[in-house]
């Protein structure tokens, strides 16, 4: 098991990014496959989560905001951010537990991509 991700960057409060998960070991619509954050000296955060069957759950924090989405050809999860506030700033994860439910109690991890939203 295998996530190679990508796209994060420096952005300024406002502005938008699109993190890219690469899946490789096995095949990212058999199971939930979920974005987990964490921000400097805060506990990890599960910000979203993709099912198998393509149903999705977001954190309260960034419900309007971020969206995740899968791309089955590519075998490719994707976070797309938008209007990026400050308290986003972390490194986000691509995770999974190789279960169908969206869970913060992952087994397999990548090594993430940091987010800095700074003016």
């Known amino acids: 098991v295998q996530f190679v991700e990508s796209g994060g960057g420096l952005v300024q409060p406002g502005g938008s990014l699109r993190l890219s998960c690469a899946v490789s070991?096995?095949?990212?619509?058999?199971?939930?496959i979920g974005w987990i954050r964490q921000a400097p000296g805060k506990e990890r955060e599960g910000v979203s989560c993709?099912?198998?069957?393509?149903?999705?759950w977001a954190a309260d924090s960034v419900k309007g905001r971020f969206s995740i989405s899968r791309d089955d050809s590519k075998n490719t999860v994707y976070l797309q951010m938008h209007n990026l506030e400050f308290e986003d700033t972390a490194v986000y994860y691509c995770?999974?537990?190789?279960?169908?439910?969206?869970?913060?109690?992952?087994?397999?991890w990548g090594v993430g991509t940091l987010v800095v939203v700074s003016s």
């Open positions: 993709i099912r198998d069957d393509g149903s999705t």
């Open positions: 995770a999974t537990s190789l279960n169908t439910w969206c869970t913060t109690d992952m087994d397999y």
């Open positions: 070991g096995f095949t990212a619509r058999d199971y939930a």
